[in-house]
């Protein structure tokens, strides 16, 4: 088989795994139902992913990268420092109001492999890179530690928005709090 349909092929199966896990939940995500989804047999389906739990890596790694080039498309766009910044909040919690998060929930009690938690672990560096890269930008001290903090920020919006919070609001609040708690900073 050309690369070429190879390739058209696994898209297709990551696009009905994708498809059955916003509307099914990991559970409903097997390689006998996506394959069926996409005209392949279960046993066809192999040939991509050694298991429903490979597939639903694959599925993650594709949702990270996505997530990834809208945030960092949406920094680059802003100046250097506190407006990256700002972009970096802000596309991070409309992205979660657009329903782009779901696929994190409902990831989030399959028991992946160790290696697979790494590799995401990699690539949750890899997303925050433009968040850091602001601090540093900003000469904030220890701008890891601060980066933790206001990740821990932005995923509190994000709890908030899933249960129905306005995304619009919690990023304007979330922006003030960082913003004021960075101009207070003194290094001890």
Same mark, same amino acid.
């Given at each position: 088989m050309d690369t070429g349909r190879r390739e058209n092929r696994r %898209?297709?199966?990551?696009?009905? %795994? /994708?498809?059955?896990?916003?509307?099914?939940?990991? #559970? =409903?995500?097997?390689l006998a139902r996506v394959g069926s989804a996409t005209g392949l047999a279960r046993s066809s389906v192999y040939e991509y992913f050694g298991s429903s739990g490979?597939?639903? %890596?694959?599925?993650?790694?594709?949702?990270? =990268?996505? &997530?990834? #080039?809208?945030? /960092?498309? #949406?920094?680059?766009?802003?100046? @250097? =420092? &506190? @407006?990256?910044?700002?972009?970096?909040?802000? +596309?991070t919690l409309m992205m979660v109001s657009e329903g782009r998060h779901d696929i994190a929930a409902a990831l989030d009690k399959v028991d992946f492999t160790a290696a697979q938690r790494e590799k995401f672990r990699g690539l949750h560096i890899d997303l925050t890179e433009p968040l850091l890269r602001s601090l540093v930008f900003l000469d904030v001290p220890c701008p890891e530690t601060h980066a933790a903090l206001i990740q821990?920020?932005?995923?509190?919006?994000? +709890?908030?928005?899933? /249960?129905?919070?306005?995304?619009?609001?919690?990023?304007?609040?979330?922006?003030?709090?960082?913003?004021? =708690?960075?101009?207070?900073? /003194?290094?001890p």
């Open positions: %898209a297709a199966l990551l696009a009905a %795994a /994708r498809d059955d896990l916003l509307n099914a939940g990991a #559970a =409903g995500v097997t490979d597939l639903l %890596a694959e599925v993650a790694v594709l949702a990270f =990268g996505e &997530w990834a #080039a809208d945030v /960092r498309a #949406a920094v680059d766009d802003a100046e @250097p =420092g &506190w @407006p990256q910044l700002q972009a970096y909040v802000s +596309r821990g920020m932005i995923d509190g919006a994000t +709890r908030q928005i899933s /249960r129905g919070a306005d995304a619009l609001q919690l990023s304007a609040i979330t922006c003030e709090l960082i913003l004021n =708690g960075l101009s207070t900073i /003194r290094v």
